[in-house]
C-alpha cells in the first residue's frame, strides 16, 4: 500500500466537528504511508484542535487564514496549492463545509482550496455530524450535489455520537478513509483513461436527469432453518456503485438490496430483502414504472422447498442431510418479458469458460438488452472486490471489452453503454 502513497501530495482539510481530533490520527497514518501532508483547517476546526499539533505530525505549516502573510508565496497560493497536490481530503467535514462547498461559498482557506481544485484532483468528504444533522434535507441536498459534481463521499458511520444519539454521522475508522484514498489514487489513471475513452459526465447527466433507474444488488439469502441458510458470494459493490452514479447523475433510483455489509448512497431509495422471492416481488412490483433496470443481485438460483421452523437438531436429522431445492424465478427473465419497448433490462453474468459465447446465449435465454460480462479467469474481476474488469455485450450485437477500473467507473462505462443502446 505504501507504495501508493510515497511522495504524494494530500491536502487534508479539517473543520469544525467533534471529530476533528482523529485528523490528527489521519494525518500520522498518511505520513508514516510516506505522502506529503498539508493540512487547512477551517477557524471552527481550531477550537477542537490546535493547528500546533497538525504541524507537528504533518511536519508542514498548517493554514488557517487565507490571508496569513507566510502563505501567499507571491499570491494565487490557494491556485498554486490545489494545483500541486495529487489528492484532496476534508475529514471531518461539518454541515457548514459540506454546504459552502456545494455552493461555491469560498469565504475561508479550506473551501477556497477545495473549489480551486482541478477536474483531475480527487476530492473526498467524510462528513460527520449528528444524525438529525446529516439527516436534514439540507445536507441531503447538498450531498446530492456535490456526488454529481463528481466529489467522493465517504458515508459516516452508524454508533453513538458524542450527543448520546445513536444513528448515521461517526466519522469512520481512520482505515476506512486510508483505504478510500488508497483505492482512488491508485485508479485515478484509469479515471482518467475511462473519462476519456468511455464516457461523458455531462451527456450522461443530460440522458439521466430524472429518469427512473431500478438496481438489483447484493446475495439473496434462502433460508433452511430460521438459523442456517444458503447464498451466494457477493458484496453488493457493483450494484451500489451503479445506484450511487445513476443517482449522481440525476436519476430516481430504487435500490432493492439483499443483505451487504456496505452503506446505501445518499438519495436513493432502498428496498432491503432477504430471499429471492421477496427481491423477485419488490422488482417485479417497482419495474412499471421505470425506464430502465439493471439487475446486478447475486440471486440464488435454488430454494429449499421447505423451510424448516426454529433450529433442526443434528441428533434428528442423523449424519446426512437432504434438502430439496426448487429453482428460484428468474427475476430478469421475467422482467424482461414484461417490458415495453422504451425500457431497457440489464442483467449480469459471470461465466468461467467460453466466456463471450456463453454471455451470449445467457443475453438471448434471458431475453435482455444488455449483458455485463464479468469473467471468472480474469484477476481483479466480478464479486467482493473494489475493481472489476468487464466486457459488456448488447442485442444488436456489440461486443466492448474495457480495462480493469474501479467500481465506480464501471458502473459510468455500463450507464454509458445502456445510454448508447
Ligand atoms: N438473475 C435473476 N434471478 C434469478 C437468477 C439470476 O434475476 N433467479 C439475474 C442476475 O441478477 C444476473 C443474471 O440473472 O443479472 C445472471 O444470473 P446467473 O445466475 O449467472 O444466470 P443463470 O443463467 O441463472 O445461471 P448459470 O450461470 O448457471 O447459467
Known amino acids: ?71 501567499q508565496s507571491g499570491g494565487a497560493w490557494h491556485i498554486h496549492a490545489a494545483n500541486e497536490c495529487d489528492l ?15 455552493t461555491g461559498i469560498c469565504d475561508n482557506a479550506l473551501v477556497t482550496i477545495a473549489t480551486a481544485l482541478p477536474p483531475e484532483v480527487p476530492l473526498i468528504i467524510a462528513p460527520a455530524m449528528d444524525s438529525t444533522m446529516f439527516l436534514s434535507p439540507a445536507v441531503q441536498r447538498n450531498l446530492k450535489t456535490l456526488l454529481s459534481d463528481g466529489v467522493h463521499i ?49 451527456s450522461l447527466r443530460s440522458f439521466y436527469e430524472n429518469k427512473k433507474v431500478l438496481v438489483t444488488a447484493g446475495p439473496t439469502i434462502e433460508k433452511i432453518d430460521d438459523v442456517r441458510y444458503l447464498t451466494n458470494r457477493s458484496s453488493g459493490k457493483m450494484g451500489y456503485a451503479i445506484a450511487e452514479k445513476s443517482s449522481m447523475l440525476g436519476a430516481d433510483v430504487i435500490l432493492i438490496s439483499g443483505p451487504v455489509k456496505i452503506a446505501p448512497p445518499a438519495n436513493v431509495k432502498l428496498i432491503n430483502v432477504e430471499s429471492a422471492e421477496e427481491m423477485y416481488e419488490a ?10 433496470a439493471i439487475l446486478s443481485a447475486a440471486v440464488a438460483d435454488f430454494t429449499p422447498i421447505v423451510k424448516a421452523q426454529g433450529k433442526m437438531k443434528k441428533e434428528d436429522i442423523g449424519n446426512e442431510l437432504t434438502i430439496h431445492l426448487t429453482q428460484t424465478k428468474d427475476i430478469l427473465l421475467d422482467i424482461s418479458k414484461l417490458r415495453k419497448k422504451s425500457q431497457i433490462v440489464t442483467g449480469f453474468a459471470l461465466e468461467h469458460v467460453n466466456e463471450i459465447e456463453n454471455g451470449i446465449k445467457k443475453l438471448q435465454r434471458k431475453k435482455c438488452d444488455i449483458i455485463v460480462l464479468n469473467s471468472m479467469s480474469k484477476e481483479n474481476s466480478g464479486f467482493e472486490t473494489d475493481m472489476n474488469t468487464i466486457t459488456i455485450l448488447d442485442a444488436k450485437g456489440v461486443i466492448k471489452d474495457y480495462p480493469t477500473m474501479d467500481k465506480s467507473d464501471c458502473a459510468l462505462v455500463i450507464l454509458e453503454s445502456i445510454k448508447n443502446y
Not at 422488482?283 to 430502465?292: E, L, R, V
Open 1 to 71: 500500500m505504501s507504495e501508493i502513497f510515497k511522495n504524494k501530495k494530500i491536502i487534508v482539510g479539517v473543520t469544525g466537528s467533534i471529530a476533528a481530533y482523529k485528523s490528527a490520527h489521519l494525518v500520522r497514518e498518511l505520513k508514516k504511508l510516506g505522502a506529503e501532508v498539508f493540512v487547512i483547517m477551517t477557524p471552527s476546526a481550531t477550537e477542537f484542535i490546535t493547528p500546533l499539533t497538525l504541524e507537528n505530525l504533518s511536519r508542514n505549516p498548517v493554514t488557517v487564514d487565507m490571508f496569513d502573510k507566510n502563505a
Open 88 to 102: 484532496m481530503i476534508i475529514a471531518p467535514c461539518s454541515a457548514s463545509t459540506l454546504s459552502k462547498i456545494a
Open 154 to 202: 465517504i458515508q459516516p458511520a452508524n454508533g453513538e455520537l458524542s450527543s448520546g444519539l445513536i444513528g448515521p454521522g461517526r466519522l469512520p475508522e481512520i482505515d476506512i478513509l486510508v483505504n478510500e484514498i488508497s483505492k482512488i489514487l491508485s485508479s485515478k489513471t484509469e479515471i482518467s483513461f475511462a473519462t476519456n475513452k468511455h464516457y461523458n459526465l455531462e
Open 283 to 292: 422488482s417485479i412490483k417497482n419495474f412499471k414504472s421505470c425506464d430502465f
